[in-house]
Structures are given as structure tokens and as C-alpha cells.
């Protein structure tokens, strides 16, 4: 390509280990980096003001071509931690749902998880600002990334999303990837999956240079995330994606 190739990432902790290799890497010479919350993102490379962004995979279906185009994404193989339902009462007793604005991806599973596997009859909220203080009595919210670590010291009761969706399907699941919506060269390709392969391979740097008090990193990054793009995960986002079809979401 002539002009630079426009990429967008995550603004949370759990997209530190995917940037950390592009500083000083050879492939920052051919593109441009932004940052903001992942459906932001998502609305950029829908949009076309983008052409690659780590985006939620929910929204997949609105892109009229998607390419996967690194082997490392945010997936889980177990309980997450930045993705939760909270709550003051047990799964039963919540009336309302405070949906994440800055979510694609942990908005449709909630959706899914609430109407095929925890079978509940609840009012579902969308949200545009800060919700997190509205989280009380039978009020419940999803939140999702930092917030959300910082909500575990809030909230009583913790529904951890990936945890539930690996109970209800077997299978781990993928939030987002990098996906572009246009062919992009070979050799990009090949020099940006090195790149946001470096911290994944050096989580004791990444999390060095991430001093944090909330919720430790190591456990976070080594134990909760998952970022490999398994063949596994990529079967959990079909299963994902057809739900997404099948509920109309
Ligand atoms: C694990 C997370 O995965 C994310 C959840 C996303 C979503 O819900 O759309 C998108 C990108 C990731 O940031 C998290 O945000 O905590």
C-alpha cells in the first residue's frame, strides 16, 4: 500500500501484551496506531477509517470482507476476570441488566448466556456513560475490561462470562482479533503478527511496565486471558456467531 495502514487496538490492561512488540518494531514504519474502547473501534473499522483493528468478533457479521490476519487475539479457556456480570443478589433474583457501552462482544454472550443457558426473565439496559453506580439492589451490570477488574472489589456476586459460556458449550472462546476489511499485503501481514507476538512471549516485561494495584497482571495475562488463536477458540466463535444468527442478535 502507498499510504500507511491504519490500525486500531484496545485501550484496556488486556491489549498491553498485544502492543508491546510494536514499539521499535520495524512494521511501525508502514502503519498508524490508535487506541480507544472496543466498540469504538469497531464502529472505525465498520466505517472504513480503519483498515485493521483488535475488534470485538460480534461484529464480524457487519463487515462486508473480514480477514483474521494475526494468530493472537482476547480469548479466555476459563474464567476471564474483565468480563462479569454484577451483582448485589444471586443469578435469580436480578430484575435488570445494565448492558456495557464500550462492549460488542460480552454484550451478545450476556444475551445469549441470559436466554439459552441461565434461562432468566429480565429487563436488558443499554448504557451510554457510566452506569457502574446504578449496579445495586436487583440491578445488576455487565462491565467489561478495567472497570471491570475495578468492580470485582464492588460487587458481591461476580458471574464470570467466559467461565459460563465454557460451561454451558465446552469450548473457550475469542472477544476480538485482529481483523481488517481489505487484502492486505503478504508481508505486513507477516511482520505485524511478529510484532503482537512479542509480549505474549514476554509477559514479565509487559507486566513490569505495568505497575497496577487492582488485580494482579501476571495472573491476569498468564491464567485469564488466553491470546493463542487456537483451532478450539476459533470453533467457540462459530458456535458464538450462530447464535448471533440463530437469536437474531
Ligand atoms: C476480555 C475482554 O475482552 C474484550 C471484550 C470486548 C467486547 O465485549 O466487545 C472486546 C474486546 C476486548 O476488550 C475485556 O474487555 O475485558
Redesign the pocket.
Known sequence: MERKVKVAA?S?L??KPLLYGFRNHPVMEQMELSVDY??KI?QQLIDGEVDVA?V?V?IIPKLNEHHIIADYG?G?EGP?A??CLYSDVPLNEIKRIYL?YQ?????ALLKILVKEHWKLDVELVPTTGDYEDKIKGTDAGLV??DR?LAQRKVSPFIFDLAEHWMRFTSLPFL??AWISNKQLPEDFIQQFNDATSIGIKNIPAVVAENPYDLYDLTTYYVHN?SYPITPAKRQGMQKFLSYIRDLGI
Open positions: 484496545v484496556y488486556n491489549t472496543p466498540a469497531a483488535l470485538p460480534a482476547i479466555a476471564v474483565s468480563v456495557d462492549s460488542r462482544t460480552s454484550v467489561i475490561g471491570a472477544f476480538a486471558l
